[in-house]
């Protein structure tokens, strides 16, 4: 061997393949195949394989995935090896091949990698080389060792590679090296994941029968696992199969069925087995007598596939069921073969629809006898599977395996009979076939199974009564019994179940107490830890104790265990069974309470449940039977035993219906239990009430009048239609009825929201009931009606019953039994009375005179107190007070209030509340004595009602003017205080605050509140927290500030400060009152600098309230203030008073905006015009005087007028006026037709037109305002047409008249003269401001133009004629500011302004005298004027003046003089006594110097002018045909001559003047272009420049 090994290490490869194939020879002995793997033969072995290269120079990668069919690849490349290398692979594989048979060498080859060679060799293109390696492979695979983590993927593909080899032989040993893999579970998915099922299927194909078998082998070891039987399916393997098994090999039919068997283990496939049609070959195998295997794996897969219910029909279909039973019986078969075929017949038994006909085949015969089994030596012993008495030394291995399988016989022997037993039908083939023996039998077995199953099937036998006998009577109770004490749990479990059937027969019932059942069984009920157990043990119980016999035995060891599990198990069913057993308890001679204490009400209230009739009728029995004692009730409620209650009621069955009524009634004598009896069994308890059985009607209806006495319950009574039950019942032929149904209604009243149906339906049966002869009806009626009265909608029906009659019937008995009756009766009538529409019906019935004598007679106060009260309501209607009052109502409870209890002196004082309400009976109440009955029940303080009462009747007293002095003196006003001062009463209080209120209106009253110092009363209450209190202190305060005597007072008592925090309320009704009573207050002549000071404090703040009420209360207290011309100043200086008064402005209250208006009026016409002016006020008053209201319009512009006034360019005030828009906004109200308002727009413009700036007179212009006041000028008359059509037309493009709107109407002289007469001197005034302002406007020199140039002269002129005094004196002033201008004396001619000016200067009147004369100055300037004047008449008032001490005389004498300047006016001068009083004037010493000069110069002027005219006419006359001397000559002569008079009586007095004088005579022979020195132009009508003395602005 060690030669060869050594030749084969030689490298010429022909020595080497001779010595391969020498040791492959030797090989063959089984002595040397491991030496030579110990002497190293492998290696020169495993060196050939690795040197093996292709021709080519390649090396091939072998045992890739890639590899294909290599005999394919042999084909293609035939000369990839050299015949020789070829020779030496096979011999080395060959050798492999045989070391590999070797058992011990199987492990080494591997450890020394021979896996690599083999997958190599496996790859070689040559069969033989491939079949060895397969062979070796196939040998490896079997070793235990090498089958698990030792082949890999590679070689594992290379397997699944070869299978698919042409060869047989190559595909058998690897299919048999994959089979052998497959042995071990965690390779099965491998080699499914590595695809070895599609070449293992495709083998199944193969040609040869032993590949057939491998295949079918290998596929059923993978489908034994459960993951690999899909895809076997989804690769058609069952398909494959399924044809094997009808195929002519037995060895292959039985290999196909046992991989079929396994795959029906799963649920999916043996559908699919169905399906694809292998049920019929299965079933020819099962009657194939010459193989055994076949048909042993045929009925094990029959019997997988039976175990699916579809397929079992389709078994039944094919006849499988006589084979197997055939097979079952056959004894010439082994015993697992017949196991097998039981185990079918027991699946297919598992079919309900199956049984009878197995039965019918004969299944019962065969299954009885697979049940002979050895005889056990003990029965109840711990057995295990194999009998404790055959012990391992006793038995061989053949004898175990021999008793293993009769035991799986016998198994499944006893499923097909426990599985036929379920079936009814079955049980009697199986009593009469004696099945009950073998099954006592193997209850007695050493096998669990057996026992587990035998006794099922006695436990369903036990079930039916014609098959229950058979079990008694051949030991199946004491089998049962026996089977108690077994370890095994279930059959613990089976066996009580087994015994409950057996003790439902009587006799068995005792035979269970009498063989020592009950301890197993309360064992078993107790424990646990088997909840299954635990039932059927409480089962056998139930049957037990169903037997009265047992009671006391039960009742004594039982009772405690049975109610624990009835409320402590978790199973519902133990829970049940329990209850059911205390059901049976129940109903023996047991203790009741002893059942309740125990727990046993609440869990036969769940047994009550139950949808079996006899169970519930068990249950509802033992509840009844508890409820007798009182201890029990509250337990049955509690634990929940009304809802069975509850739901028995509706049984159909009288019995039950009473048991519920009764235990119920019982149940609700208990008044704490009424609420949940009433919640959870109204309905049944009125269905059973509408019964026809009288005795459970009288027991339903009592019941319901138990719980109605709780009005908790009446929803759910009247929700369930227990209202309209009880009704109902009034009418039943049974008093007992009528009793109970009257107190539940009387009950069911108690609650308001549910008498709807009472009053619906029953009111006429209860009043008929009110008139019964029957005592207890006529209370419980008249209980009904008084329960019915205080709801409303009762009132009508009751009336129309007659149930006013009825009422008032039963207050004239005068039995003492019949007080309660009474007592409801006038009760139901007081409520009756609260009615406002039925008192009346009730006073024509006679009721206010049996009231009356029933109050004034009864002894029962609760009697008098109810009918004052209904006294009470009736006297709330007006109409029925003095009835009240005529019955002697009012008497009787004057009487009475003395000796009153609590409850009638409330009625008392309601009564006279309600009486004082009456205006006609107020009187009445104070004479009779009412009002100190009034105060002495308000110092009842424990009755808040009385004093509220008492406090509504004083305010009622109050509020009428007649009785305020009187209760004032009688102490009503002490009495108010003190309930004003009870806490906790807010009507009270508010009624006691009314009636201060109406005290403190009274001026008689407060006169003497205020000086009695009870004011404080009302300090008090203002600073109480009560708002009422607060109110009520405020109007008083209102009130009482409204009297002149009391402001002083008040002041003095510090109701000032009171007021003041009043003001800063947030109430509005406090803060109006307040701010009214501190305006009237602030209307007082009392006040000093601090009190005014605090009020402005006050008014400052309300002034920013939003209210319109306060916001005029504050705005008429700061108008107040200002109306005294030292609070201005006040007002002015104090912090945000003129902000809050120009805000005030602002408000949306008329009233509000005129006192505004009215105090800025009044301050505008103080000292503090800047002021005002810097707070803005003009730009409020421009929107005031915008306001759609006359009076706000008019104090405007009066306050305009004042801010106006006085200021002359010292402060700017008149020019902000105008700057402002002020003078617009009164041009516009000139125009409003209103002759005030026209007036005061006019003093305003006038007051803006003062002074000597140009510029207000401009504004007034550019406002237009000069047409308008020329209009307003002009009373009653329209302009002339002629003016509409000039001067508009020269205004049209004027700057001074812009969008104005002239008057055109065009009135006659006739039309003009009739409305002046209409208009009168009333319409002076405005004309009287009209013209003076036009007087200012003249002043200045742009607008005395424009003013000429509206004709304003005409319209002056035609005022003068008729006008008053001060309108001709405003006329006279323009007059002479016109005449001032010399451009426009010819305008003032044509007008007729002359005759004017010469009557204004006649007019006896200083004023009207010195401006005249200073306008006839002006205009006797100009000497084509001079000779007009003349003739108008100027001389004589100059004249005149001249003779009187006047300033008019200067400027009469300077006209006088220009006069005389003129020779046409000498002879008049002459006539009128001209000279004289020049001459008068010069001789006076007391008159000017400068006077007497003039004077003088002026006799002078016209001595001088005589001379001249003489000599003028002494040359004429000689100088014949002279014309006269020249007006030149003559003025020459004149001044000549006037110069030597001024020579010759020059003094020193007079030079003073004789400079002026000259320069106003020099330039007398021309036009007068200004006023000389000594007569200045007209000066303006500010002081300042001492213009002549006039009026100012009346009425402003």
């Not at 009132?795 to 409801?824: C, F, K, N, W, Y």
């Not at 305009?1200 to 006085?1206: E, H, K, M, W």
């Not at 002339?1280 to 508009?1288: F, I, M, Q, T, Y």
Request: glycine share 6%; hydrophobic share 45%; net charge neutral.
């Amino acid at each position: 061997l060690r030669c060869v090994i050594t030749v084969a290490h030689e490298d010429a490869l022909q020595l080497k393949v001779l010595a391969v194939s020498a040791m492959r020879h030797l090989s063959l002995c089984p002595n040397i195949k491991r030496p030579i793997a110990l002497e190293g033969g492998l290696g020169p072995v495993y060196d050939s394989i690795v040197s093996s290269q292709c021709a080519d120079g390649d090396e091939s990668e072998f045992g890739s995935a890639s590899t294909a069919r290599y005999v394919d690849h042999h084909e293609e490349q035939p000369w990839k090896y050299r015949d020789l290398e070829i020779d030496l692979l096979g011999q080395c594989a060959g050798l492999l091949a045989n070391i590999a048979e070797d058992i011990q060498s199987q492990v080494a080859l591997v450890k020394d990698g021979a896996f690599g060679h083999l997958v190599k060799l496996s790859a070689i293109p040559n069969s033989t080389v491939q079949y060895d390696a397969t062979r070796c492979l196939c040998s490896l695979s079997s070793h235990p060792c090498n089958q698990i983590g030792v082949f890999g993927q590679t070689e594992l593909r290379r397997l699944c590679a070869l299978v698919e080899h042409e060869e047989e032989r190559v595909g058998r040993d690897a299919g048999i090296a994959l089979g052998n893999l497959a042995v071990a579970r965690r390779n099965k998915l491998q080699l499914v994941k590595l695809g070895a099922l599609k070449p293992l299927v495709g083998l199944l194909e193969s040609r040869f029968v032993s590949c057939q078998k491998i295949a079918a082998r290998a596929i059923c070891r993978l489908a034994t696992h459960e993951r690999n039987r899909s895809k076997i399916l989804e690769t058609g393997g069952v398909q494959h199969l399924v044809r094997l098994c009808e195929g002519p090999e037995p060895d292959l039919r039985y290999l196909a069925a046992k991989a079929l068997c396994n795959m029906c283990a799963d649920e999916h496939n043996k559908l699919s087995v169905v399906r694809l049609g292998g049920l019929r070959p299965l079933v020819r195998m099962l009657e194939e007598t010459s193989s055994e295997l076949s048909r042993r794996y045929a009925a094990m897969t029959l019997g997988n596939v039976a175990n699916e219910k579809a397929s079992q029909e389709h078994l039944l279909r094919h006849g499988a069921v006589s084979p197997l039973i055939r097979l079952a019986l056959d004894a010439s078969v082994s015993a697992e073969c017949g196991h097998y075929a039981v185990f079918a017949l027991s699946n297919l038994a598992t079919n309900r629809r199956s049984r009878m006909p197995l039965v019918r085949s004969g299944v019962l015969e065969a299954f009885l006898h697979m049940t002979g089994l050895p005889r056990k030596p003990q029965c109840g012993e711990n057995h295990g599977h194999l009998s404790p008495g055959l012990s391992a030394s006793a038995l061989t291995a053949q004898g175990e395996q021999v008793l293993a399988t009769r035991f799986e016989v016998q198994r499944s022997a006893a499923l097909g009979l426990y599985n036929i037993s379920c079936s009814a039908a079955a049980q009697i083939d199986m009593a009469r076939a004696g099945a009950a023996v073998p099954l006592v039998d193997l209850c007695c077995s050493v096998d669990l199974d057996c026992k587990r199953l035998a006794i099922m099937a006695l436990a369903n036998l036990a079930v039916s009564a014609r098959t229950r006998l058979a079990v008694l009577n051949v030991g199946g109770l004491q089998a049962a019994l026996a089977l108690l004490k077994d370890d095994e749990v279930e059959i613990r479990r089976c066996a009580c179940a087994a015994l409950g059937n057996v003790a439902i027969s009587p006799s068995a019932q005792v035979q269970v107490i009498v063989h020592g059942g009950l301890p197993p069984l309360l064992q078993l009920a107790a424990d646990t830890s088997d909840v299954d157990t635990q039932r059927q043990a409480l089962v056998a119980l139930v049957n037990v104790s169903s037997n009265e016999v047992n009671h006391a035995t039960l009742g004594q060891h039982a009772l405690g265990v049975i109610t624990r599990l009835a409320a402590e198990s978790p199973d519902t069913l133990v829970r049940e069974f329990a209850r059911l057993n205390l059901a049976n308890f129940a109903a023996g001679s047991l203790s009741l309470a002893r059942i309740g204490r125990a727990g046993g009400a609440a869990q036969l209230s769940k047994l009550a449940m139950s949808n079996n009739a006899n169970l519930q009728c068990l249950a509802l029995s033992a509840l009844r039977r508890l409820t007798h004692e009182p201890e029990n009730r509250g337990h049955l409620v509690s634990c929940g035993g009304l809802l069975p209650l509850a739901s028995a009621g509706f049984c159909a069955e009288i019995e039950i219906k009473r048991e519920v009524a009764t235990a119920l009634c019982n149940a609700t004598l208990e008044t704490t239990l009424c609420t949940q009896v009433a919640k959870r069994c109204l309905s049944a308890i009125v269905n059973i009430a509408q019964s026809g059985d009288k005795e459970a009607a009288c027991q339903a209806i009592a019941t319901l009048a138990n719980i109605s006495e709780d009005t908790s319950t009446h929803e759910n009574i009247e929700l369930r239609g227990g209202v309209s039950c009880s009704l109902t019942l009034l009418s039943h032929n049974s008093t007992c009825v009528h009793r109970e149904a009257s107190r539940a209604v009387a009950n069911l009243l108690s609650s308001h929201e549910h008498q709807a149906p009472v009053i619906k339906c029953g009111i006429v049966g209860i009043v008929r009931l009110v008139l019964s002869s029957d005592a207890e009806c006529r209370y419980n009626a008249t209980l009904s009606l008084r329960k019915l009265t205080p709801n409303t909608r009762s009132h009508l029906a009751i009336v129309e019953a007659g149930g006013i009659e009825a009422l008032l019937a039963q207050l004239d008995i005068l039995d003492s039994a019949e007080v309660p009756t009474r007592r409801q009766a006038v009760t139901a009538l007081r409520d009756l009375a609260a009615n406002p529409t039925l008192r009346l019906p009730l006073a024509d019935k006679d009721s206010l005179e049996t009231l009356v004598r029933l109050s004034e007679t009864s002894r029962e106060i609760s009697l008098q107190v109810l009918a004052t009260a209904t006294l009470r309501y009736h006297s709330m209607i007006s109409e029925l007070r003095l009835a009240l009052v005529e019955h002697g109502a009012l008497q009787m409870v004057i009487r009475s209030a003395a000796h009153a209890s609590g409850d009638l002196q409330c009625q008392i004082a309601g009564l006279l509340a309600n009486l004082s309400e009456d205006v006609e009976i107020q009187n009445h109440l104070a004479l009779t004595g009412a009002i100190p009955v009034l105060c002495a029940l308000s110092h009842i303080n424990e009755n808040v009602e009385i004093q509220q009462d008492c406090a509504r009747a004083l305010a009622n007293l109050c509020s009428n003017e007649a009785n305020l002095l009187a209760a004032y003196r009688q102490g009503v006003l002490q009495r108010l205080v003190h309930l004003t001062r009870i806490a906790d009463q807010d009507v009270t209080q508010r009624y006691a605050a009314t009636g201060l209120r109406f005290l403190s209106m009274n001026p008689e009253v407060r006169l003497f509140i205020v000086h009695e110092q009870m004011a404080t009363v009302f300090f008090g209450l203002a600073k109480d927290t009560l708002l009422e209190y607060q109110r009520t202190a405020a109007a008083a305060l209102a009130s009482m500030t409204l009297n002149s005597e009391n402001k002083a007072t008040l002041l003095r008592q510090g109701a000032l400060r009171v007021i003041d925090d009043l003001c800063g309320h947030r109430d509005l009704q406090v803060l109006r009152s307040g701010v009214f009573a501190l305006a009237n207050l602030a209307d007082s002549v009392f006040h000093t600098a601090l009190l005014l000071k605090s009020i402005i404090e006050s008014l400052v703040k309300v002034a920013t309230s939003e209210d319109a009420r306060v916001q005029r209360d504050s705005a008429r207290a700061f108008a107040c203030i200002v109306s005294v011309a030292d609070s201005c100043e006040c007002v002015a200086h104090s912090e945000g008073a003129l902000p809050a008064l120009l805000r005030l402005a602002r408000s949306l209250d008329v009233q509000c905006q005129r006192y505004v208006t009215l105090a800025l009026c009044n301050l505008s016409n103080s000292e503090l015009k800047v002021d005002i002016a810097n707070h803005g006020a003009l730009r409020t008053l421009n929107f005031l005087a915008c306001l759609p209201d006359i009076d706000c319009q008019r104090h405007a512009a009066l306050a305009i007028a004042g801010l106006a006034l006085g200021d002359y360019n010292s402060n700017g005030t008149k020019i902000r006026v105008v700057e402002e828009g002020a003078a617009t906004v009164i041009v516009d109200l000139i125009r409003f037709p209103d002759e005030t308002l026209q007036h005061c727009a006019a003093l305003a413009l006038g007051a803006i037109a003062l002074g000597e700036d140009d510029g207000t007179k401009l504004g007034i212009a550019k406002a237009c305002g000069l047409p308008f006041l020329l209009e307003l000028a002009e009373p009653g008359l329209a302009l002339e047409g002629e003016w509409d059509r000039g001067n508009k037309e020269l205004y049209s493009g004027s700057k001074y008249l812009s969008n104005v709107e002239m008057p055109l109407t065009k009135m006659t002289p006739r039309a003009r003269a009739e409305n002046v007469t209409r208009a009168g001197l009333s319409d002076y005034g405005r004309v009287f401001a009209a013209v003076y302002a036009l007087g200012s406007l003249s002043e200045c020199p742009e607008v005395k133009g424009q003013l000429v140039d509206l004709d304003a002269a005409r319209v002056v002129v035609a005022v003068v004629k008729q006008a008053t005094l001060e309108v001709k004196r405003a006329a006279a002033y323009f007059l002479a500011w016109l005449a001032e201008t010399v451009e426009h004396r010819g305008d003032l001619a044509a007008n007729g302004t002359l005759h004017a000016v010469v009557s204004l200067a006649a007019l006896d009147d200083a004023e009207c005298q010195e401006v005249a004369s200073f306008a006839l100055a002006q205009l006797a300037s100009d000497s084509e004027l001079q000779v007009p004047l003349v003739e108008f008449g100027a001389l004589r008032p100059l004249v005149s003046m001249m003779g009187v001490q006047t300033a008019a005389r200067h400027y009469a004498g300077l006209a006088l003089l220009k006069l005389a300047g003129n020779c046409d006016n000498y002879a008049q001068i002459a006539s009128e006594g001209g000279i004289q009083a020049l001459l008068r004037l010069g001789r006076e010493r007391a008159v000017d110097p400068e006077l007497r000069y003039k004077a003088t110069l002026a006799v002078g002027s016209l001595t001088s002018m005589a001379i001249g005219l003489c000599r003028g006419y002494q040359n004429e006359t000689l100088l014949c045909g002279s014309s006269g001397w020249s007006a030149a000559q003559s003025a020459e002569t004149s001044r000549s001559g006037i110069a030597a008079m001024l020579n010759a009586c020059a003094t020193t007095d007079v030079r003073r003047g004789t400079e002026s004088d000259l320069m106003f005579i020099r330039p007398l022979d021309t036009a007068v272009t200004s006023s000389p020195p000594s007569l200045p132009v007209l000066a303006s009508r500010a002081p300042s420049h001492g213009a002549p003395p006039r009026s100012f602005l009346p009425g402003l």
